[in-house]
């Protein structure tokens, strides 16, 4: 089913932005998203060095505005070793909003920034100006969409979002997450948070809207609800991912995780969780082909 002959697939997703409440609980990010710290910047640097000793290539979605900084060789890096970088908006907006306050708090505080602008023709014009700032600085091209926040159901309820994407000529799009365990109640039994990962792997296989635009959604649980969330200590994150990797090599299934490297920089200082997930993940009999949503997509559209 898979290249090499590979018996599932392991795609690390990256969302390079920065995130509330890391690295201080007092930290607030909204209003400078792409302001990368310098922190954040070393760590993807160490990132990208573990998954190049394992030959592995990570996928990141990126805020274009981090594209403002002057120094962007941490990302000139990540392109230079093969990693894919895509599109995550240019300020973080919520692809759903109806108001353009709603859209994020950079246009609450400023809404003349819209200028007259629907919320679609903001989101539109975030997306193209991120692409043209990724084609500029780091001289690629985005192929793939991760909606900043993921939304039970994906996109199902906004099929003028899914049009904007597909005729934007992105190859697939990553929206969809669900991880059904009581979100309000932190330090869950181990059970309960390995069932709710397995019933997400096995719930989001990639699948295609019907307009035919593809969906690799977010599988399992995303560090910043592992963290913010459900404040789970380094190892039981990893070894949470780990079950999920032996539930997707059970089943034969594409397993795509998603972090941001900004909160797993606070809470994985050493970056245990890209160095043993990955190790693990390689490690398993009949093969694991560990790629990008990227190629993902290239598998699944040929
Ligand atoms: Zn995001």
Redesign the pocket.
Known sequence: MFPNGAEFALSLTF?I?MTPNFPYWTSRWNHRKGQIDEGTKLYLRRMGEIAKSYGVRLQFFLVGSALEDPDIDYLKQLVDDGHAIDN?TYT?VNVKAKDIPGLQEVYANAPWRAEGLTPLEVIRQEIRQTNAAIAEKLGVEAQGF?T??GFTGGLDDVPDVQDLLRDEGFRFASANYYYPVDHTERHQPREALEAAFHASLNALQPYRYHNGLLEIPLMGITSIWAFRHMDLDRWEFIDLIKAGVDHAHANKQIFSLCC?PSDIAARDPHCDMVDSVLRHALDKPGGCWATTNREIADCLNN
């Open positions: 969302d932005e995550h973080h991760r900043p926040g941001h």
